[in-house]
T-cell receptor, first 115, second 112 residues
């Protein structure tokens, strides 16, 4: 069964450093997303991406964040200058299309620890 | 702004003891309500989508129902492997439809 994959599973970085989180969405999906989940809190939407551009973003997704689909398979989230409060699980998700069923399928997550 | 409230926060059941989880939501226009299962340290696993009041969906021991204000996830004769956090989420028509707002979840523990 097709699945969303994410790398690395755990990333430790120092405050102020740049990190890139990587995702491989399900191959025939067209919409891609990033969410984060701070330990013990709810899953929060960050950004959605379609046709090589951001289609929607939340207030959390400020200028420190960017997303990119550098090739036909990868989807990345970059945090330019990490802060302690960026420590969280980051989930990538993908969905097939707009109409009908547009359930989002999530990857296993990357745990980001900022020290 | 969409709001999703789940109750109870935690639920402990004996194996075979059926129960229901509640999800109350406030949206300007519901596009879809989703149920996910999340195991510790893992990503949410899709279970159901419900689109309109009165709709029901079933999968093994789980049954999801929807009204205009809330959704229930009924668990019939649960087994220990059903232990997980169950997340409810909504998407509405007013904002971008791709944005999904999650509740904080109900942590279910099923004891053998």
């Amino acid at each position: 069964e097709p699945e969303v994959t994410q790398t690395p599973s755990h990333q430790v970085t120092q405050m102020g450093q740049e990190v890139i989180l990587r995702c491989v969405p399900i191959s025939n999906h067209l919409y891609f997303y990033w969410y984060r989940q701070i330990l013990g809190q709810k899953v929060e939407f960050l950004v959605s991406f379609y046709n090589n551009e951001i289609s929607e973003k939340s207030e959390i997704f400020d200028d420190q964040f960017s997303v990119e689909r550098p090739d036909g398979s990868n989807f990345t989230l970059k945090i330019r200058s990490t802060k302690l409060e960026d420590s969280a699980m980051y989930f990538c998700a993908s969905s097939a299309d707009r109409g009908g069923s547009y359930e989002q399928y999530f990857g296993p997550g990357t745990r980001l620890t900022v020290t | 702004e969409d709001q999703v409230t789940q109750s109870p926060e935690a639920l402990r059941l004996q194996e075979g003891e059926s129960s229901s989880l509640n999800c109350s939501y406030t949206v300007s226009g519901l596009r879809g309500l989703f149920w996910y299962r999340q195991d510790p340290g893992k990503g949410p696993e899709f279970l159901f989508t419900l689109y309109s009041a009165g709709e029901e969906k079933e999968k093994e021991r789980l049954k999801a129902t929807l009204t205009k204000k809330e959704s229930f996830l009924h668990i019939t004769a649960p087994k220990p492997e059903d232990s997980a956090t169950y997340l409810c989420a909504v998407s509405d028509y007013s904002g971008g439809y791709q944005k999904v707002t999650f509740g904080t979840g109900t942590k279910l523990q099923v004891i053998p």
